[in-house]
């Protein structure tokens, strides 16, 4: 975008500036940056614990130089596009130290020098304020905090939509092992009507079987037998019979006899 490619050297111009001058005057930098390192100094643990401030690390030149290379090197990536949220994250961190080290208005007795020093602290907070704004811009694309939503939103789409999905699946699961039990009781059933059915005939063949096998047995006992037992048995089944209807006809001519 334009507005960024202007926008951005814009910017990054002063902090360039001010790390090469730095680097030029560093002594007069470390000068005016010693009183606030000695009072970071005092505030140590090391400090409490007895130690002098000359043993403790951090030469003030050294660290002058340091805060030049950060602001030289954030301001270049800065103005060329070149991962400008870490350059302005960069200039940010070297800025607000360089802020509160240099331009601490508060502790001015002069009051020309601390309006003075106020204005110098206004306009880097004005910086911060820019830098900021570097540190948030994405270029265009979504936020890691809009990604991280939508994400979230998108994996719990899946989720129901995969729940609604075993849902169905369970159901038609369900629905075909209903069915296929209903199927396997009704062949169940019809299996046992036809064995039912066999059974019965089974029973019947059985039964023809058993009395011809009876009629056999006894016309072949018959058939060992003599003729005289033969006419024996003939005349003693035979017998009753014939005395019978003689009996019944002296009974129908005892009326005629009588009279």
């Given amino acids: 975008m334009i507005l960024r ?15 090469v001058n730095a680097l030029r005057q560093k002594e007069g930098h470390a000068e005016v940056a010693k009183p606030f390192l000695d009072k970071a ?23 002058v130089q340091v805060d030049a290379a950060v602001k030289i090197a ?17 200039l ?24 003075q020093q106020l204005i110098e602290f206004m306009k880097n907070a004005g910086l911060a304020g820019g830098l900021l704004l570097g540190v948030a811009d994405t270029g265009g694309k979504p936020s890691l905090g ?11 789409h899946h989720v129901q939509g995969a729940a609604g999905v075993v849902q169905r699946k369970a159901g038609v699961a369900a ?25 019965g005939k089974a029973g019947k063949a059985a039964g023809m079987v058993a009395g011809g096998t009876k009629g056999k047995a006894k016309a072949a006992k018959a058939a060992s037998l003599p003729a005289s037992a033969v006419l024996l048995k003939t005349a003693k089944t035979a017998g009753p019979v014939l005395a019978g209807k003689r009996g019944k006809r002296m009974c129908r001519r005892m009326p005629s006899i009588t009279h």
């Fill in 41 to 63: 100094a005092d505030k140590t643990i090391r400090r409490k614990a007895g130690e002098s401030p000359e043993s403790l690390p951090g030469d003030p030149v050294t660290m």
């Fill in 5 to 19: 490619r202007v926008a951005r050297p814009l910017l990054a111009s002063i902090f360039i500036m001010g790390g």
């Fill in 74 to 90: 954030g301001g270049t990536l800065l103005a060329l596009g070149v991962l400008p949220r870490v350059a302005s994250a960069m």
């Fill in 175 to 199: 629905t075909k092992s209903s069915m296929a039990a209903e199927k396997a009781a009704a062949k169940a059933a019809k299996a046992g009507g036809k064995a039912g059915k066999k059974a």
């Fill in 146 to 156: 809009w990604r991280a939503r939508h994400a979230a939103e998108e994996a719990g």
């Fill in 92 to 115: 940010l961190s070297s800025l607000v130290p360089t802020t509160f080290a240099v331009h601490a208005f508060w502790e001015e007795k002069d009051p020309e020098q601390r309006q």
